[in-house]
Structure formats: structure tokens, C-alpha cells
């Protein structure tokens, strides 16, 4: 019984959302658009009422962006509308769903008006304590 219990709490704490997402990541994801893959970081902090922001800073084929979203947490995943920053090259917006597995978040995302689906994984940083 004992042992039952322990796979139990051990397959939660691997699926389960115990803690808070905010915090800093390492971002790699792969762009559909542009045949590109990518990386940076993202952060990602906490408002009211659950609503989330997040900030991503990453490049693509040399090129570097910095979008900006709002999200909301529901259960094992979190849902962002973003858009980039004014003044870019080019200017877009879209939706990021991710699925919340402890400290990664993994999803796919699409830009307003296309049709490509991207993926993109963020893993927690880790904070010296």
C-alpha cells in the first residue's frame, strides 16, 4: 500500500502543477514561418487574478526579436496572446498554448491571419539558493 502511495505522489509531482510558473526560462522552439529554429529566454511573472505576462528575448537567423504577451493558467496549461515589439522588422501577434510539466512548458503556437503551427519548449532556470 505504502509503495502504491509513493508511485502515486511520484507520478504527480511529474504531471502535476504544484508550484507557481512564474519565474525565468530558457526558450527553443522552432518557427514554421520562417524554417527557422530559435532560442532565448523568456520570463514570465504574475498579476491578479491569475492573468500572467510574459517577455521573450530570442534569435532567429541572426535576427533578434522581443515579444510581449498576457496569459491565463487553467488547470496544466497556460495560454498567451503576444505580439512583438513596435519598431521590428516585421510586425506580428499570435496565440502560445502551453502544457505545464513542472519546470518546462511546451506548446504550439500560431500568428494571426496564418495557417502554420510552431512548437516551443521553455525549461525553468534554475535559481542559486
Not at 20 to 28: D, H, M
Not at 44 to 64: A, S
Request: proline content about 2%.
Amino acid at each position: 500500500m505504502i509503495k502504491t502511495i509513493g508511485m502515486a505522489l511520484a507520478a504527480c509531482l511529474t504531471g502535476c502543477v504544484l508550484y507557481g510558473i512564474e519565474g525565468t526560462y530558457s526558450v527553443t522552439g522552432n518557427d514554421p514561418y520562417g524554417k527557422n529554429s530559435y532560442s532565448g529566454t523568456a520570463v514570465i511573472t504574475k498579476d491578479k487574478n491569475e492573468v500572467y505576462q510574459g517577455r521573450w528575448d530570442f534569435e532567429e537567423g541572426g535576427k533578434k526579436y522581443n515579444d510581449t504577451g498576457t496569459g491565463i493558467k487553467r488547470n496544466n496549461e497556460v495560454s498567451f496572446i503576444f505580439k512583438n515589439a513596435s519598431g521590428q522588422d516585421e510586425e506580428y501577434e499570435g496565440v502560445q498554448v502551453y502544457r505545464i510539466k513542472g519546470d518546462i512548458l511546451e506548446g504550439p503556437f500560431v500568428l494571426l491571419n496564418k495557417n502554420l503551427v510552431g512548437n516551443e519548449k521553455l525549461v525553468k532556470q534554475k535559481v542559486n539558493e
